[in-house]
Every structure is written in structure tokens, then in C-alpha cells.
């Protein structure tokens, strides 16, 4: 079993950063790929960035290119987002989510383990 925590959502004025940190116990496999989605009140959960086990391929939502920065210690199985310029859209509750697969889909159907998410509310 694989537990997934993350942590560093909050309140934030609109144009300021932030940074999410997911760290990862139990049955790990360093190969595994892994992702944020978020989900924003009455929306259905949404691809945010996925990134393999190497750093070597990530992708990201149109959405957030450009602004929002994914990393991963496969070592210390902590990944990270870097979240700037922050945009009242950008509310929602982050989870932070790890495939059986190395691939880093962007399908949610595709990740096994997911987090019990981080509130982000970002103000105008």
C-alpha cells in the first residue's frame, strides 16, 4: 500500500506563489510516475502536470504552462509544484495522485494511489 500526503495549499492574493509538496510512504517503486490533478467546486477533477520517475518527461495542463513548475526526489519520494502568478481559477483542492506506470498519463483512470488533497484558494 502506498500513502500519499500533501501539503502547502492555503489562502493567497491573486498574483503570488505558492508551493505543494506530496510526500509518498509505504510500497514505493522510485519508477513509478507521478501527477497533480485538482478539482474546483462543481467541476469534475482536472490533469494539472504528471512527470516521470527521472524528471525527464513531464507535461502539463494548458492551463498552468508556464506558471506552474513540477519536480520530484525520486530518492526521497516527495514531488513538488511550484505554483506562480496565481489566478482566482486556479482554486481548487490539489491531489497529488502515483501510477503503477512509469508513462506520466494524464488520465486520473491511469494513477493508483491518490492524496487526501490540499485546499488552494486564491483571491482577487
Known amino acids: 500500500q502506498v500513502r500519499l500526503v500533501e501539503s502547502g495549499g492555503g489562502s493567497v492574493q491573486a498574483g503570488r506563489s505558492l508551493r505543494l509538496s506530496c510526500t509518498a510512504s509505504?510500497?514505493?517503486?522510485?519508477?513509478?510516475?507521478m501527477a497533480w490533478f485538482r478539482q474546483a467546486p462543481g467541476k469534475e477533477r482536472e490533469f494539472v502536470s504528471a512527470?516521470?520517475?527521472?524528471?525527464?518527461?513531464?507535461y502539463y495542463a494548458e492551463s498552468v504552462t508556464g506558471r506552474f513548475i513540477i519536480d520530484r526526489d525520486s530518492a526521497d519520494n516527495t514531488m513538488t509544484m511550484q505554483i506562480n502568478s496565481l489566478k482566482p481559477a486556479d482554486t481548487a483542492v490539489y491531489y497529488c495522485?502515483?501510477?503503477?506506470?512509469?508513462?506520466?498519463?494524464?488520465?486520473?483512470?491511469?494513477?493508483?494511489?491518490w492524496g487526501q488533497g490540499t485546499q488552494m484558494t486564491v483571491s482577487s
Open positions: 495522485a502515483r501510477s503503477l506506470s512509469s508513462v506520466p498519463y494524464g488520465d486520473y483512470e491511469r494513477y493508483r494511489y
Open positions: 509505504g510500497r514505493t517503486f522510485g519508477s513509478d510516475a
Open positions: 512527470i516521470d520517475w527521472s524528471g525527464g518527461t513531464i
